[in-house]
Each structure stands twice: as structure tokens, then as C-alpha cells.
């Protein structure tokens, strides 16, 4: 197993759970109260306006609610910027779960996300199904969506070289998956995301 799918051992688990995080209202959350009931599928994103981490939230929105019900998981997202743009992110996306700030990163570094880049998917590997338009288009959509629609956000939405990840916490202090990414284009298909929670539908 790489250090990119390494589960963070106990210690790293305890400090990240009783980190804080900020919910939509700016209000301080534990971070491991999101997860103490229920199993957790929880989407590491770079910054608020990132195009290609828009792009994969909106393929979880095709896991059917129902499904996510029967199987006893939620879906939530953590982003670096600040808790301003955590309303923004519900808009652009059209996202419906619970969104997070972690303007700090510590607990992104906490879980092994420490790497920094704006690297793209290598020549030798394809691009994820996800990313469905150029890298020029994406660009374009990411300041038409973002920057020139909420200039306000501009400079709080979170460092633009951090890279996120995908975590299955829960019921509990207890983490079952971990994939970090390694460049911005690296978040794992969402099935395969799904099915490393136990979620599956037709």
C-alpha cells in the first residue's frame, strides 16, 4: 500500500477528530462529531473555486439519496478557504450536505494531505472521467463560476496548490479508506469511492 492510500494511524486519527473545523455559519465543529454516528464519506477539495473539484462534487450528486439512506452514510466536503465561501460552494455545485473550512490546513496535514502542487494527470495516464472538459475550458469556467461571480470570495477560497482527498470515517473514530491526491486532478472515480463506503446501486 502507498502512503497515498495509508490510513492515518491512531494518534493521527485522535488529533484530527478532535480538531475543529468551520461549519457555513462560521461556527466551530469538532471534526470527529461529524462522523461519531454515522459512516462518513468525507471529499478532501483544493480551494473553494477549484474547476476540476467542482466538477467531481457534481458526480456525487448522481449517488442516488436513497441508496446513501439504506446504506447508513452521508457525504460531506472539507475545503481550505475560509467559511465565507462554504455558501458559495453549495451554489456553484448544487451540493446539499454539509460543507466544512479547514482555512489552516492542519487538519488536511494531520491526514497525510501535505502535498502541494498544481501538477496535472501525466501523459502516461488518462484523465479521470470526472473532468469533462479542456484544461482552458476549465479554466474559463472556473473564473467565470468563481472569481467573476463572487469577487468578494477572492482570496479566501483556499490556497490554490493544496491537494485534497477522499476518506471513509465512521461510525466513530475509526477510518476504513484514505486516497490523497497527488496532482489536481487526482480524485478517485467516485464508484469506486462508493464502494469503498459499502455504497452500491444499478
Not at 473555486?49 to 446513501?68: I, R
Not at 473532468?131 to 477560497?157: E, F, V
Not at 486532478?185 to 469506486?192: K, L, M, P, R, S
Request: charged share 20%; glycine share 8%; proline share 4%.
Amino acid at each position: 500500500m502507498s502512503l497515498r492510500d495509508t490510513l492515518p494511524d491512531a494518534s493521527a486519527l485522535d488529533r484530527a477528530s478532535k480538531y475543529e473545523v468551520l461549519d457555513v455559519n462560521g461556527k466551530k465543529i469538532a471534526f470527529g462529531s461529524i462522523f461519531a454516528d454515522q459512516k462518513t464519506v468525507v471529499v478532501f477539495i483544493r480551494h473553494f473555486f477549484c474547476g476540476a473539484c467542482k466538477m467531481y462534487v457534481e458526480t456525487l450528486l448522481q449517488v442516488p439519496e436513497a441508496v446513501l439512506q439504506d446504506a447508513a452514510t452521508k457525504i460531506v466536503i472539507v475545503g481550505c478557504g475560509e467559511y465565507q465561501a462554504i455558501q458559495a460552494y453549495h451554489e456553484m455545485t448544487n451540493f446539499k450536505g454539509s460543507i466544512y473550512a479547514d482555512p489552516s490546513r492542519q487538519l488536511y496535514f494531520t491526514l497525510g494531505m501535505d502535498i502541494q502542487n498544481l501538477k496535472v494527470t501525466p501523459a502516461n495516464q488518462p484523465k479521470p472521467s470526472y473532468y469533462r472538459m479542456s484544461r482552458l475550458s476549465n479554466l474559463w469556467w472556473s473564473i467565470k463560476t468563481g472569481h467573476m461571480q463572487y469577487p468578494s470570495l477572492i482570496g479566501k477560497t483556499g490556497n490554490n496548490s493544496q491537494l485534497g482527498g477522499e476518506f471513509v470515517f465512521g461510525p466513530g473514530d475509526q477510518c476504513t479508506f484514505a486516497h490523497r491526491m497527488q496532482h489536481t486532478e487526482d480524485h478517485i472515480e467516485a464508484v469506486n469511492l462508493m464502494k469503498a463506503a459499502g455504497v452500491t446501486w444499478e
